[in-house]
């Protein structure tokens, strides 16, 4: 097995270990009644802050907007920032940070305590019991949103569990048949999808894609054929699977909830990896960390 595969499998404990011992930090950094505050990431944390900004917005906690620390952004007087930074060091992150107003609250959410992300920060959310030590990232940005859910009112308590009995069952997929993957999301789990379309690229240097869900007729579904597997990541459309199937397409769509879905998709980047004879521990070209000279 590889750390990778450990790290996937390991969810279902870290997920509980975060709701017992860090879901009260967690509400009190992530809340903000209120508070117009903008999310930042770069990467899988990117995708993340997408998911985490619906989700508060969504629960009437405030404005919230997500951005790429590697993009400019426009200023919109936010009373907090929360950057997410897995090791903290990411160079891109850390001139976000720098280039913040005065007076603006920065929480960082990583897992690396000693670091320069959380040096800077007002507050931190320290997830470092969720760190990998995998290149790609699985149980850390999970566990962030499971905690992200629990501070915004949801009974996440059962996830665990849920996840646990999922993650012990095969996968259900023909991976020798598939080549080109596709994930789709709506609302909160947009972000999602695109974080599953990102772990296939890292792990399996495969053709993965991302899209949400109702847009996936507009264009993109005229590449779709029998090498295509396309992954519904939470609610989906009837009418939808069917335009996919129609095309020769395998559809999956949610039997889990989306995060217990993301972990499956964590494992079948992990088997196309396989297939391919690769290593997803060194997946091509990448480090840990982004950090720029």
Request: charged share 25%.
């Amino acid at each position: 097995m590889t750390l990778t595969s450990r790290e996937i499998d390991s969810q279902p404990a870290v997920w509980r270990e975060a709701l017992d011992r860090h879901a009260d930090r967690a509400r009190d950094l992530l809340t903000l009644p209120g508070a117009r505050v903008l999310v930042l990431g770069c990467g899988t944390s990117a995708f993340v802050a997408e998911s985490f900004a619906a989700l508060r917005e969504g629960a009437g906690f405030g404005m919230t907007d997500a951005a790429y620390a590697s993009e400019p952004w426009p200023w919109r007087d936010y009373d907090a920032v929360v950057v997410l930074s897995r090791s903290g060091t990411t160079t891109e992150a850390i001139e976000a940070i720098d280039g913040l107003p005065e007076g603006v609250r920065v929480i960082a959410v990583t897992g690396v305590a000693d670091s320069p992300v959380a040096e800077r920060a007002d507050d931190v959310l320290l997830l470092d019991f969720a760190d990998e030590e995998s290149v790609v990232q699985t149980r850390f940005p999970t566990t962030f949103l499971v905690l992200a859910r629990s501070a915004f009112g949801e009974d996440v308590s059962g996830l665990p569990a849920e996840a646990e009995a999922a993650l012990a069952q095969p996968l259900g997929l023909d991976t020798a048949s598939l080549e080109h993957f596709v994930y789709l999301g709506s609302g909160w789990t947009y972000g999602l999808a695109q974080e599953a379309a990102l772990k296939i690229r890292e792990a399996a240097q495969a053709w993965a894609e991302s899209y949400p869900l109702l847009d996936y007729r507009h264009g993109p579904l005229a590449v779709a054929g029998e090498k295509s597997l396309v992954w519904i990541i939470g609610r989906s459309e009837p009418s939808l699977v069917e335009d996919i199937e129609r095309v020769g397409a395998t559809v999956r769509t949610s039997s889990h909830d989306p995060l217990v879905e993301l972990a499956n998709a964590q494992r079948l980047a992990v088997a196309i990896a396989a297939h391919r004879g690769l290593d997803p521990d060194n997946p091509r070209h990448l480090t840990r960390s982004i950090v720029l000279g």
